[in-house]
Nanobody
Framework: VQLQASGGGLVQAGGSLRLSCAAS????????MGWFRQAPGKEREFVAA????????FYADSVKGRFTISSDNSKNMAYLQMNSLKPEDTAVYYC????????????????WGQGTQVTVSS
């Protein structure tokens, strides 16, 4: 399984970015796709996750109402739309995949993309 994250960049506070995760290497019908982030000196933290069929999703409290996770089965893509960005959202964002239900612990995800930097200036 290969995951390729993209879409990061530099944006002002209040702005928006959309991250993309391209998945390849197998059929993902029973998988969960997750987004995590890691700021310098901090632990990797859960952001959002979605089942590959799109029926279930879950968000960290810190991003709820601002971020939206989605998936496109036909393209093997997952997305993270990030609105109303804050400086505290600055981090490297990773997409990840696991077989099974949504969980929030990064240790339970088996496959990881390379990360994409998101920087929000105040």
């Amino acid at each position: 399984v290969q995951l390729q994250a993209s879409g990061g960049g530099l944006v002002q506070a209040g702005g928006s970015l959309r991250l993309s995760c391209a998945a390849s290497g197998r059929t993902f019908s029973s998988y969960t796709m997750g987004w995590f982030r890691q700021a310098p000196g901090k632990e990797r933290e859960f952001v959002a996750a979605i089942t590959w069929n799109g029926r279930s999703s879950f968000y960290a409290d810190s991003v709820k109402g601002r971020f939206t996770i989605s998936s496109d089965n036909s393209k093997n893509m997952a997305y993270l739309q990030m609105n109303s960005l804050k400086p505290e959202d600055t981090a490297v964002y990773y997409c990840a995949a696991r077989r099974g239900v949504i969980v929030v612990t990064h240790q339970n995800y088996d496959y990881w993309g390379q990360g994409t930097q998101v920087t929000v200036s105040s």
